[in-house]
């Protein structure tokens, strides 16, 4: 069986202690490969490594950094179906989506390659008396901490703006999605990436995670996870004074008004509820339906979801695949119990789907829509992050606003409406660090991209990660 290893000084190492961890195939509930169950001394090893390379690497010229980060995305490219098949192995996403992510894995690289030459810093003039110039200077070794819901999509969209700012990095994707950031490893290679810029140290959060974290002399984390996670992240690494970008859980409304279009808002609900098994941290998971049209929205739903193909996500036809884990599995079903004792009526799914032959021991759940629960309920507030959504009416904007905001969380939200007063009314009122109108998931890397409230700390995305990656300092020369 594969036995996956880390990348450490431009090399593919053991992890010190010989430990390894089973992977499973999400499609099969089967190990498939074993992933390095690395410890505190592989990410200090990690660390020399990267805190050698250092030096050059920031004195690397723009362009030198550019052309090497571009080719890293070429090979992507070029390897865009070996690795969205691994990545659906690893990850139980349906292939063809997977081929998405992994075209936004190249177009990370090729942003931020691009970023790095553009990149610019600011003067002040103070008339007569003197001028201020602000340099904006790599930060050193840093760390970089991902999920398992867009692996490798989420992975380079951090380490791409920490290499091209000048930082080398150490870089820990999920235990339960290793396999494309292993893959990523060779492709660095091939690229010219020099030895020790980037390193990944596969493991458990508790052991390499907190390593990092802890790490004295890793001196910025950037983490996208859990919001308990990013809780204790935030405990370790504020006292040190690290600097830290936290993107974080979400658990985000739709609001559909009666003057929307409807066949747009019904077709993109189906996907901001389900695609990727509702497993993307921008997934609308409440769905809020102005009276006039929810009985007919709500149907109209219901039919589509019901017609949703869950399955092995190697078949095109398969429209939603496998949850990611055994664990995360038992957490969805635990919710739509929850979902039946706090009054909730399952409009649709609801149950564990067992497909035929090897997939039958796979960890599927039908596309569940849930209706009649209170909006602050648990069900409506806690995070599930699967293929489970709430369906609820609401009467005038203001009380749209008021489910919307109740949670504790604020990543993203979107509204479908043709008034824009109503528009610009919820997007200046949700608590959301995102909103989208008439639209979901449409992506411009320049944005500012984060949560407010527990969904996060810090924005990502264009300028806003090249300033996270780099340290200011204001010269302030007197005439
Ligand atoms: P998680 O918090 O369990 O794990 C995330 C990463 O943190 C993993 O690599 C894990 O090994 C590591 N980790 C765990 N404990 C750690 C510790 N003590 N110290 C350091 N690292 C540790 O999250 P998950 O279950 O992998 O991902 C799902 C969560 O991620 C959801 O809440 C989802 O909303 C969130 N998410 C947020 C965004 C965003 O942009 N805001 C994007 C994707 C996912």
């Known amino acids: 069986m594969q036995q996956i290893q880390n990348f450490i000084n431009g090399a593919f190492v053991p992890p010190a202690n010989g430990q390894y961890l089973d992977n499973y195939n999400p499609a099969t509930g089967k190990v498939y490969s074993y992933i390095p169950d690395s410890d505190a001394p592989d990410v200090e090893q990690a660390f020399q490594a990267a805190s050698a390379a250092y030096p050059q690497w920031k004195l690397t010229s723009l362009e030198d950094r550019f052309k090497i980060l571009n080719r890293i995305a070429e090979l992507i490219d070029e390897n865009n179906e070996a690795l969205a098949l691994a990545e659906s192995i690893d990850q139980g996403k349906p292939v063809w989506l997977a081929k998405n992510e992994m075209t936004r ?223 995360h599995y038992d957490k969805v079903l635990s919710y739509i119990e929850l979902a039946k004792t706090e009054g909730g009526n399952i409009l649709c799914g609801g149950t564990a789907l067992h497909p035929e032959g090897e997939n039958a021991e796979g960890w599927y759940i039908a596309p569940t829509i849930i209706e009649g629960l209170a909006y602050n309920c648990r069900t409506n507030t806690e995070e599930i992050f699967g293929p489970v959504v709430s369906i609820m009416p609401f009467d005038t904007t203001e009380e749209a606003l008021t489910m919307a905001n109740c949670t504790e969380y604020g990543l993203a939200c979107s509204v479908w409406t043709n008034d824009l007063t109503k528009a610009h009314t919820v997007a200046a009122s949700i608590e959301s660090g995102i909103v989208w109108i008439n639209c979901w998931l449409l992506r411009d890397l320049r944005t500012p991209f984060g949560g407010v409230k527990q969904s996060g700390v810090g924005r990502e995305g264009g300028w806003e990660a090249m300033r996270f990656f780099t340290e200011a300092k204001n010269v302030c020369i007197k005439y």
């Not at 970008?245 to 279009?261: H, R």
Request: hydrophobic letters at 45%.
């Open 105 to 327: 894995a190249g177009q990370n690289f090729r942003f931020f390659a691009t970023a790095a030459m553009q990149f610019a810093s600011e003067s002040h003039h103070m008339e007569g008396h003197a001028i201020n110039y602000t340099l904006r200077q790599s930060i050193g070794v840093v760390g970089c901490i991902s999920p398992w819901n867009l692996p490798l999509y989420l992975f380079t969209w951090k380490i791409a703006p920490a290499l091209a700012t000048g930082n080398c990095v150490i870089a820990k994707p999920s235990e339960i999605t290793p396999m494309t950031a292993y893959l990523l490893g060779d492709l660095c290679i091939k690229a010219g990436l020099p030895a020790g810029v980037l390193n990944i140290v596969h493991g458990l959060g508790p052991k390499v995670g907190n390593a990092m974290v802890s790490h004295p002399k890793i001196k910025a984390i950037s983490f996208t996870g859990g919001t308990s996670t990013g809780k204790h992240i935030a405990s370790v690494a504020a006292p040190m004074f690290k600097k830290l970008s936290l993107e974080l859980g979400g658990k985000n409304p739709n609001i559909i008004f009666a003057d929307c279009d409807f066949d747009k808002a019904l077709k993109t609900t189906v996907n901001t509820s389900f695609l990727n098994q509702g497993e993307i941290c921008l997934c609308g998971s409440r769905i809020l339906v102005e009276r006039p049209i929810y009985e007919k929205f709500k149907s109209a739903l219901v039919e589509e979801v019901k017609h949703l193909k869950v399955g092995n996500p190697l078949l095109k036809e398969s429209k939603v695949g496998a949850i990611v884990s055994k664990m």
